[in-house]
Every structure is written in structure tokens, then in C-alpha cells.
């Protein structure tokens, strides 16, 4: 075995595990604009690396470093036996570089999750790779490494059953660094929506915790000294309702007995509009905020991405319907489907502010890896290589609008709805409709010091400074028992504004003239092309 050999204790066997989790780049899920009002290194902790690290056999000795707050060291590195590491494809880059460490290193490397699930090809540079969920092929592996004879691929085994997977190891993330934690409840959609790989990874059978699980898990997070929100990483947390009824009550009774430490937020289909007393019972339990993936106001291009779930009534009806219950709509927008024509910008742009969405994530429609959309595309001939995934516009097939205009018109999406005045216009409608969930409004200390610092910010130094001052007066006026809402929401959108201002639009400027050049040169190619004599034979 290369690297640190284990060492022989008087307890037996000891490995020392080194779990590394990679770099995002910074997007519009990582608030790091904002971050810096609170402190905080980092939105959200490693949940997966702790889950595996709780799986670990006991003579395993795990430790944890997250490359987002916190470099690892070459001697880091080789003090371990075994360096383990897991990622999103958007975290490819940082994957590599710790990969190429390891190597000229000698330490061995084993990697799992998202990224090397969906494509093991890309990762000839580890030395192991462990596929699909761990519950159920983790111990075997563990057990052949220490042999010296682990496969180079552990091949997925058969959908675990969620109760058997522990709590995760809370205790190993560096207190203080995250300003959210999470917990995962579910995994799996009914749906089948063609460009979504959770249906490839986790099935269509959503399957879930006990409820004593999660409030085990809770007890975890409580245990760090952790007070704030708390992310159910659920795809859709609503997937299997019957098991979601069961369980609200048993959250509303650990939260009432903790004296309500925890707000919760998590992801769901737009279906949720449609249950009242779902929606109820989730407020009551302390949800305040829900991920909906909404994707397009064009019933044809619902239709298209099988996302028959959005295709019924009115969606601006449906999304305020959800705010009425207390529940913040937080929306995903995608662009590029087939049946997307020229004014499917406005039409995105029109729908996001009638329906009061203030955090709304666009983006260009990726074809992801197994999925039924790269399916479809790698048939009919439209897959095109690239290096990676651009969050920043360009996409992975022939789109059926020019890219040029694709571009163009993403770029004026962002532009427009991260405005600072209508943004803020968009906080004040939301919370217009929302239901103000007064038992979720705990005020602590360090709230002071993070509004302090947010006023200092936007309503000092911000280029925005008088839209900031004039929708503060607005929301004081409108809602005057909500001012902190509004200042929360305000400071949460300086990372839109700033990241929108300061990196998405020059890079989408910057593409848009590349894009430009190529085909100036192309163009200018072919003309000379065309000015050639014709070849002749004697």
C-alpha cells in the first residue's frame, strides 16, 4: 500500500483516513458576497464526506478537510493512509488538482459521489472509485483496501434502505465555519424529468428516514453548538408525502421541546401548491423557504422536459399559493429547451417578477451524463465536446436557437432581474403575498452584528446604496413588523447583485465576443476559401 502505512495499535489496526471535500468555484448557490456579513467561510458543510465518514469501520480514524474553508497540506497529505474524496461535476477542477497532489505524493486516492458516478471515464487519475450510494458496498471495500486488494471500481450495489444509514459525523466540520448545516431525509423522485440525473442516481421510488433518524440527526447538530438554518438536501422533499405527514409532527415536537433552534429550507416540486395541509404542517414544523425547480413559463417546453407536474393552472397562481402559506419560492429557470423561441427571455423575465421570486437561479440547459436529455441529444447527433460544463452560458449540444443569441439573451435574463431596483422590488411583492411565520423569528445576538454590518455595506459603501435606502423605507411603511426580513433579504441579495455585476455578465460579455470572433474568422475562412482558383487537371 503506497503512502502511510496503517499502524499496528495496541487496540489492533489503525487507518488514518483523510476526507478531502474540493472547491466550488463561486456561483450564485455559494453567497460568498454575502458571507462576509456573517463571518462564515462557507454556505453549506460537507454532508456527504461526514455520512461516510459515520460509515467508516471503528479502527477508521476520519478527519475532515474542506478545501472551501481551509487548505490541505503535502504533509497533511502524507501523514495518511488513504485519502478519500467525493464531488459534483462542478467541482471537477479542484478534484483533479487534489488527485494530482496525491499522485506525485504517493498517497493513495478513493473517490465517490455525483461526479465519478456519472462519469468514471474521466477519472483515470484515482486510484479507486466507488460508485453509486455507500451504504451498502463501503464496508466491503474498506475491508478488501486493508487486504491490498480493493477493486480498482466498486461497482454500485442495490438502492439502500435510508434507515440504515447513520448519523453523520457532525462533530468532525470546524464549528463556527458554516453558516447553514444540513441532513438529508430522502433520496429519489417519482418524476421523470428528461435533464434531471436524480432519477439516473436514486431511483423514481423516493426512499426515507425514520423520523427518529432525523431527529437523531438534529440532536447531532444540535450537540455543536450550531443555532440558525438547516437544509433538507432532499431533491424532493415531498416525494413520498405520506412518509413527509408522518414525520412533520415529530419535527414540531423536537423543535417545541428544543425551544425552536432551527429553521429549515429545503427543495420540492411545484406540486407542493396543491397540498394545503402538507404546506401547514411544514411551517408548523419550522420550514420557511422551499426550492422549487419551475424551469420555464412555456407549456411547450414543459411538455418537452416531461415536467407534467408544472403544466397545471396558473404557475404565478400556484407559486403565490405557496407564499401564502408562509413558505419563501426560491426558483430554478432553465434556457435552451427545443421549443424555447426568441422571446423566451422576456417571457422568463416577465414571469419572475409577476411571481414576486427574488432568489431565482437561471441557467442554460445542460445535458448531464445518462440522462434521458443526453440520450435523446446523443441520437439525433447534437452532443458536442467540450472540457467542461460553462456555468457561465455555453452548453453541451447544438441548441435549436443561435448560441449567439442563447447568449445574449441569458446575459439580459441576469441583467435585468439582478438589478438592484427590481430585485428589491421582487422582496417587497414576495413578502406582499408571504405569510409572515412570526414563530420562526428568533432574534439572536449575532443577528444584530450581521444587519449592522449589511446596512454599513449596502446602505453606505454599495453602488446601489439609494435603491437599498429607498426599498428599507418602502418595506418599513408596507410591512413594519417585517424589517428584519426585509434587511435579511436585502443582504442575502447582495451576493446576486454583486456576483451578477462583478463576474457573470463580463464573462457572458466576454463569451458573446469570442463567439463572435470565431465566426468572423470562420466566415473570413470560407470567403478565402471561396476566392481560390478551382483545381485543374492537364
Excluded at 485519502?83 to 477542477?93: A, D, K
Excluded at 422533499?237 to 423536537?254: C, D, S, T
Aim: contains cysteine; hydrophobic residues 40%; charged residues 25%.
Amino acid at each position: 500500500m503506497a503512502g502511510a502505512s496503517p499502524q499496528e495499535t495496541p487496540g489492533g489496526l489503525r487507518v488514518e483516513a483523510l476526507l478531502v471535500y474540493p472547491q466550488f468555484p463561486t456561483t450564485y448557490w455559494s453567497h460568498q458576497y454575502s458571507l462576509k456579513f456573517t463571518g462564515k467561510k462557507c454556505l453549506l458543510p460537507p454532508l456527504g464526506l461526514v455520512t461516510v465518514a459515520a460509515m467508516l469501520p471503528s479502527h477508521w480514524r476520519p478527519t475532515l478537510v474542506d478545501l472551501n474553508i481551509e487548505p490541505v497540506s503535502d504533509r497533511q497529505l502524507k501523514r495518511a493512509d488513504v485519502v478519500m474524496l467525493t464531488g459534483m461535476q462542478v467541482q471537477r477542477q479542484s478534484v483533479h488538482e487534489v488527485l494530482a497532489r496525491c499522485r506525485k505524493l504517493g498517497v493513495p486516492t478513493v473517490i465517490g459521489g455525483p461526479y465519478v458516478t456519472g462519469e468514471p471515464h474521466l477519472l483515470d487519475d484515482a486510484d479507486h472509485l466507488v460508485l453509486g450510494e455507500t451504504e451498502g458496498t463501503l464496508a466491503g471495500f474498506c475491508e478488501a483496501f486493508e487486504a491490498g486488494r480493493a477493486p480498482r471500481i466498486t461497482p454500485p450495489g442495490e438502492a439502500p434502505d435510508m434507515t440504515t444509514t447513520p448519523v453523520p459525523r457532525y462533530d468532525l466540520l470546524r464549528r463556527g465555519a458554516y453558516f447553514h448545516l444540513s441532513l438529508q431525509y430522502s433520496r429519489g423522485c417519482p418524476f421523470t424529468c428528461e435533464f434531471c440525473d436524480i432519477i439516473v442516481m436514486f431511483g423514481r421510488k423516493p426512499r426515507t428516514k425514520s423520523s427518529e433518524q432525523v431527529c437523531r440527526e438534529l440532536d447531532a447538530i444540535h450537540a455543536t453548538g450550531f443555532r440558525g438554518s438547516v437544509f433538507f438536501v432532499d431533491d424532493n422533499f415531498i416525494g413520498n408525502k405520506k412518509a413527509v405527514r408522518g414525520m412533520l409532527p415529530e419535527l414540531k415536537e423536537w423543535q417545541e421541546r428544543r425551544g425552536w433552534p432551527f429553521a429549515f429550507y429545503t427543495e420540492a416540486s411545484l406540486n407542493i401548491a396543491e397540498d394545503s395541509t402538507l404546506m401547514q404542517g411544514m411551517t408548523r414544523a419550522g420550514f420557511d423557504s422551499v426550492f422549487i425547480g419551475i424551469e420555464s413559463p412555456s407549456e411547450e417546453s414543459l411538455a418537452e422536459a416531461k415536467k407534467g407536474q408544472n403544466i397545471k393552472g396558473s404557475l404565478v397562481d400556484r407559486v403565490h399559493e405557496v407564499l401564502r402559506h408562509g413558505l419563501d419560492v426560491w426558483g430554478g429557470f432553465i434556457v435552451g429547451f427545443d421549443n424555447d423561441g426568441p422571446d423566451i427571455f422576456d417571457r422568463q423575465i416577465e414571469f419572475i417578477e409577476e411571481a414576486a421570486i427574488p432568489f431565482a437561479m437561471v441557467g442554460i440547459l445542460q445535458a448531464l451524463p445518462n440522462t434521458p436529455l443526453e440520450t435523446r441529444l446523443r441520437t439525433a447527433g447534437r452532443l458536442r465536446p467540450l472540457q467542461e460544463a460553462d456555468q457561465f452560458g455555453r452548453t453541451n449540444f447544438e441548441t435549436n436557437l443561435p448560441e449567439a443569441q442563447m447568449l445574449s439573451g441569458y446575459r439580459r435574463i441576469l441583467e435585468t432581474i439582478y438589478e438592484p431596483g427590481r430585485y428589491f422590488s421582487r422582496v417587497l411583492a414576495m413578502m406582499g403575498h408571504r405569510k409572515d411565520l412570526a414563530h420562526l423569528n428568533s432574534f439572536q445576538p449575532q443577528h444584530l452584528w450581521w444587519g449592522l454590518r449589511a446596512l454599513m455595506a449596502q446602505g453606505i459603501f454599495s453602488s446601489y446604496r439609494k435603491e437599498y435606502w429607498r426599498f428599507l423605507r418602502e418595506a418599513r411603511k408596507r410591512h413594519p413588523s417585517r424589517l428584519v426580513e426585509a434587511i435579511q433579504h436585502g443582504a442575502a441579495g447582495h451576493h446576486f447583485i454583486e456576483y451578477t455585476r462583478r463576474v457573470v455578465l463580463p464573462r457572458l460579455y466576454d463569451g458573446s465576443q469570442r463567439l463572435a470572433a470565431a465566426k468572423a474568422a470562420l466566415a473570413a475562412g470560407a470567403r478565402q476559401l471561396g476566392s481560390l482558383p478551382e483545381a485543374t487537371t492537364d
